[in-house]
């Protein structure tokens, strides 16, 4: 569907990073720089709790940077500049899993976020599950049931939970990066706030571990 003129004006009035990037189109490279400065840890972030691999990440975000500058010359605002990134990350990332000969356990680490905290990838998994300990957690023992939980989810709720809890997206953000309705998206969201308690609860109310949850 082609982009009208009144929505790509609309954009480029609401969104600062869109501005950018029409000065990426003209060829601005100190644009293109600040765009990589705001949105390079942001897209890896993402990227590594997807695939689980940080070397991979790292990667997969040089390769969406080189896909947008490529695209430059093309590009007409249609959507947030975060939601059009993020929707070329979404491709990359599937195009990258779906090319493994085999899937390795992903390792999906957990990164200490220093004295103030939980780790923000634990806070995540709990607030997407709606659960809260009702016991004393040993951080260890939670980032390990973290990381079983959210490996546990299939590719598409994890993509979904990972841009609304850290890029904190709208359903219709999602939509349009997933390319998928809202309905879908609000289904995916609520399958996997399910799968992640029910791997969660068990150990936050009981301390007992599952063996594995429903994909």
């Keep these: 569907m082609s982009i009208t003129e009144s929505t790509a004006r ?11 990037m029409l000065s990426v189109r003209d060829d601005n490279a100190a644009a293109f ?3 990589m400065v705001r949105y390079q840890d942001r897209l890896i972030t993402v990227l590594d709790h997807l695939t689980g691999r940080r070397d991979l990440a790292e990667d997969l975000a040089q390769d969406v940077f080189l896909r ?3 695209a430059r010359k093309r590009y007409v605002p249609g959507a947030k500049f975060s939601t059009w990134l993020f ?4 491709h990359v990332a599937s195009n990258a899993l779906r090319s493994r000969s085999r899937r ?3 390792n999906l680490d957990s990164r200490a976020s220093g004295p103030m905290g939980a780790n923000p990838l ?3 998994a709990l607030a997407a599950s709606g659960m809260m300990p009702a016991r004393q957690i040993d951080k260890a023992e939670l980032r390990e049931m973290v990381r079983s939980a959210l490996a546990n989810l299939n590719e598409r709720q994890r993509m979904a939970v990972l841009l609304n809890k ?3 997206m709208s359903y219709a953000d999602i939509a349009t990066t997933m390319e998928l309705s809202q309905e879908a998206v609000k289904s995916l969201l609520m ?3 399910v799968n992640l308690r029910e791997v969660l609860e068990p150990y936050l109310t009981e301390g007992s571990v599952p063996t594995d949850i429903k994909g």
Excluded at 10 to 20: A, F, H, I, K, N
């Design 10 to 20: 609309r954009y480029e009035l609401q969104d600062p990073d869109v501005r950018l």
């Design 33 to 35: 720089d600040e765009l």
């Design 68 to 70: 947008v500058y490529r």
């Design 87 to 90: 929707t070329i990350a979404n």
């Design 104 to 106: 390795p356990e992903l």
């Design 122 to 124: 634990d806070q995540m």
């Design 166 to 168: 850290f890029e904190d």
């Design 191 to 193: 399958r996997a706030r």
